[in-house]
């Protein structure tokens, strides 16, 4: 430490009262010891510090006033102080441990003072104390703000990386817009393959640029509606360039005193006729009443398979029945997949019946076949009817197993042929023109065997020639319609 020249007078001659007042002013507690490292007086500057045990020190070593760790800086201390004299040791800190628990944090220098007369002998080391207990609260209060930022800096992280995933991976398409210049901030990948363009087109571009002209008042509307409100309604509008069009709504949050619009685009394309048959018979509420409920309760449990599709055959519905006849496990496995995959003997059947569907508006008892997804087919019956949802045309069947049907009953309702021109075509879009050919073949046979029969007095024999069969090929024939008796039969045997 630099003095001036005469810095020997300028205090003048104090006595010992004086010094020890002088000591205890210049720091917040100073300990007086012998040349051996021993506390001969404390003096305090605080209350609280003599009341936190610093006067039972006295007449005990000073290393073993403080904690464990600081032992060898007090060492140090006195050895710095015991090798210069009349000069300053460098502040180190040490901790006393307290009565409470906590440590007494205390900052230290070290003076040896010896007498200019040298009669006393031995001289005395003054550890000048200074009290760091706020600065160690500061720098404690400083580290848990620290610790709580970085908390707060990684709770952030991990909503960031949170959200980010969502916004990349959600397949609804999502634009997020700046409120003021109302210019495409993020664009997810579902908006960019929505807009048909790559992000580095896609980010930085108005919005009103995404939309055909027409539409790009009203966009600005809602982004400035949404900005005053907070959330407005969706509006339809195309996108440029001939697109697709969609529904667009609107929200704003804030952030940073910033207002953002995040913009979802929604494909009117996926409202898709499944998803309005499905509110079909809902009020206008969204509860359903007791007739719907009955309705649907049906539609699940009966025991008919009931399908609906679209204008061009695809699976829009299906109950269990259906998806049960079809051997499959769920309805998600029929949904989308067009209805002759099983439905129809040839390629073509189900497009005759929904032909005949559209021009009539509903077919019944049309016979055909269908084909199980692991190769089981059964004979079905089908009645069918074309709906009007909204403003698309939704086509139902109601699909019936007739295989189970008894074998008399079958064989008797296919002797039951028509008797007439008229009766013959009702037969079209309902029955296969195969089946249609060979039942009017047997019903031709049928009639002329007879009328032969008639002309010859019932002389089978006769009739054969008038036909030009064989005897053979006409019992035969006989047998198959059901016309011989069986004391014919056994007298022809």
Known sequence: MARS?????????????????????????????????????????????????????LGRPWVQTVTIESRQKVEALLREAQAAVDAAGRWRQVNHPGQDGD????????LRVVPDDGRSGKGRIVAFGRDLRDSVALQRRLIESQQAMERDYWRYREAE?????????????????????????????????????????????????????LHAE?????????????????????????GDEVSVSASVFRQDDAAFVLVRLAPLRAETPAVRLRSVGSSPQGAETGADAMLQAYLRNSPDGLVF????????????????????????????????????RTGVELGVLIATLRQRGSVGLFVTMLRGEYGASV?????????????????????????????PESKAASLAMPRSAAELTELVGRTPLKSIVSETTDLIEQLCIQTALGMTGDNRASAALLLGLSRQSLYVKLRRYGMVSAGAEEEES
């Open 5 to 57: 020249k005469d810095a020997k007078n300028t205090l003048g001659e104090l006595d010992a009262k004086a010094v020890t007042r002088l000591v205890g002013a210049a720091s917040d507690i100073a300990l007086v010891l012998d040349d051996e490292g021993t506390i001969i007086e404390v003096m305090t500057q605080r209350d609280e510090l003599g009341a936190r045990g610093a006067r039972e020190w």
């Open 103 to 110: 440590d007494l944090p205390l900052l230290y220098s070290t």
């Open 161 to 213: 990386t949170r959200y980010r995933h969502l916004f990349e991976t959600t397949a609804e398409a999502v634009l997020i817009v700046d409120g003021s210049t109302q210019k495409v901030l993020e664009a997810n990948p579902a908006a960019r393959t929505l807009c048909g363009t790559r992000r580095a087109r896609l980010v930085g571009a108005p919005l009103s640029t995404l939309f055909e002209p």
């Open 218 to 242: 009203r966009l600005q509307n809602l982004v400035a509606a949404a900005r005053t409100v907070g959330r407005q309604d969706a509006l339809r509008a195309q996108l440029a360039g001939a």
């Open 309 to 344: 599709c679209d204008a061009g055959g695809r699976v829009l519905m299906a109950n269990r029945a259906f998806v049960a006849l079809a051997q499959l496990s769920a309805e998600e496995q029929v949904r989308g997949q067009a209805l002759d995959r099983w439905i129809g």
């Open 379 to 407: 004979e079905i019956e089908i009645s069918a009817a074309a709906l009007t949802v909204g403003e698309d045309t939704v086509l139902a069947f109601a699909v019936r197993d007739i295989e189970r049907r008894l074998k």
